[in-house]
DNA sequence: CTGATATGGTTCATTATTTGAACCGTTATT
DNA sequence: AATAACGGTTCAAATAATGAACCATATCAG
């Protein structure tokens, strides 16, 4: 692995739940040695990206993330457009609804909505959602380039619960229903109890970017409440897409 | 320079004004050879960093960033907490108001707010603001540690107009004057025509984590306008510092 | 149509940076 | 007082980064 990539696998080792790590836990974690953690450590801090708190001693993600995601999200306003949207889908559907946007194999969480109730599905942002055996995956697949299906059918498919589909085929259909249907349906793939809807938000290029999808417990989910949802969320994401891409007609033409 | 820095100094290359670059452009301006340039973009495009557009073939800053803000942003929920009170602060004043952080030796700005009126100050996200020629600066290094001070103090103080404060003792006496005062102002030092005032938002520990400031045309600002402006960026600089550490009382000790 | 000059991308012997075992000084814990 | 964890540092040895020269392609001017 390069230099530079140990340096952004240290990065990846900040979660939710563990935002600050000390240097041994670090080097340990990425089996990289003391030396070399700290070398990268304080390479990543002297460019913000890391910091490090004066009394613990400990790191955290620095402030120059934001700084870069800002320029980023300026170009590029994903977070800026589609959260009002799933902010409304979550207040009509009272379910957990999130955000990912596609990085390098796998989506990204970039955004939730938790509806205020108690019993409800948990995501957390920066949570990384497998292609195959998410709603989000799905319907990602579904509107993605053609390269982009082959390299994940390609890849292992990992079951995560008994009701993962595993085989290829099996996925590969579960992607053109979802075309044809504007949404995917995902019935307890990565988690048990959990299902399910996503729709895409594509690019100008009229592929898939990101996906909006709505989570729910599934023992108070009814086939209705599946379609219900899955025809919210296609709403929401083709005006997610649409404001994006400034109205332009041509590239919604996959989701027609 | 370690590896790790100059793949960082290529995300820095990436601007509001000019956030996609081509592999070419990003060699000449980083100074490092084409293919050197070229094993840093993949390194960071393999991890999210840096995407590269398919058709233009032009580099730009990753999804990966987004999701690593994003779980700073949940450590540290600077903008969330922020946000809205500078949003209050700029329809209040109807001027400019921006939002920085540190990181290293400069102000990061990662929020802006301008009020809806054709004449009015513009500042771009992401821009950084030097310490002591900017309103935020000289707050933010009167509630700073002093080894930061000393540091800022110790090193280069470039004018960028007439007006800008190059000598160390005026400086530190502007910082003195802001720290009785609550609020710092700063005449057209780092602008002609633009004066701007600046309030501390403080961590737990006491100092200074980041400003708000409200930034005007000089040309319609009287001396009430000011003592009213700083007057609100310090109420609106204690609100989030307080919603920030819970309501610890004893983190506003210094501001008090 | 051609020659000149861009662009993105690749190769591989040379070179310089990264590496890690062993080290130090501190700070809990026993 | 002894132990073990922590953060941080050192320097010869090992490894990864470097860059001049190289393609292939695209664009432009004459």
């Known amino acids: 692995m390069s230099t530079v990539g140990k340096a952004i696998s240290l990065l990846e080792l900040f979660t939710l739940a563990e935002p600050e790590l000390g ?9 990289f040695d003391k030396a070399t953690t700290r070398r990268l450590l304080v390479a990543l801090t002297g460019h913000g990206l890391v910091e490090q708190d004066a009394a613990t001693r400990h790191y ?29 889908l979550a207040s009509a559907t009272a379910e957990t ?29 920066g949570q990384l959602l497998p292609l195959h055996s998410t709603a989000s ?6 509107f993605a380039r053609e390269e982009a299906v082959k390299a994940c059918l390609a890849g292992p498919l990992d079951a995560f619960t008994t009701h993962t589909l595993t085989e290829p085929v099996a996925v590969s ?3 053109t229903e979802a075309r044809e249907r504007g949404y995917s ?24 970017l990101g996906t909006i999808a709505v989570a729910a417990p599934k023992a108070r989910t009814t086939a209705a409440d ?31």
Do not use: W
Not at 23 to 31: E, H, I, V
Not at 185 to 208: K, M, N, P, R, Y
């Open 173 to 175: 259909h579960s992607m």
């Open 60 to 88: 955290r993600l620095g402030a120059g993330l934001s700084r870069l995601a800002r320029i980023r999200e300026a170009r590029f306003p994903f977070l800026q457009t589609a959260v009002p949207l799933a902010r409304d």
């Open 185 to 208: 349906i995902c019935d307890q793939g990565l988690e048990e109890g959990v299902i399910s809807v996503a729709a895409a938000i594509l690019a100008a290029d009229g592929f898939a």
């Open 23 to 31: 240097l041994s836990d670090l080097a340990r974690r990425s089996g």
């Open 137 to 142: 995956g799905i319907v990602y697949l579904a």
């Open 97 to 125: 609804v999130h955000l990912s946007e596609f990085g390098i194999d796998r989506l990204v969480t970039v955004h939730v909505e938790h509806p205020a109730r108690a019993n409800r599905v948990n995501v957390d942002i």
């Open 226 to 256: 599946i379609a219900e949802r899955g025809l919210a969320a296609v709403a929401a994401a083709r005006e997610i897409s649409m404001r994006l891409n400034g109205d332009n007609l041509k590239a919604l033409r996959r989701q027609a």
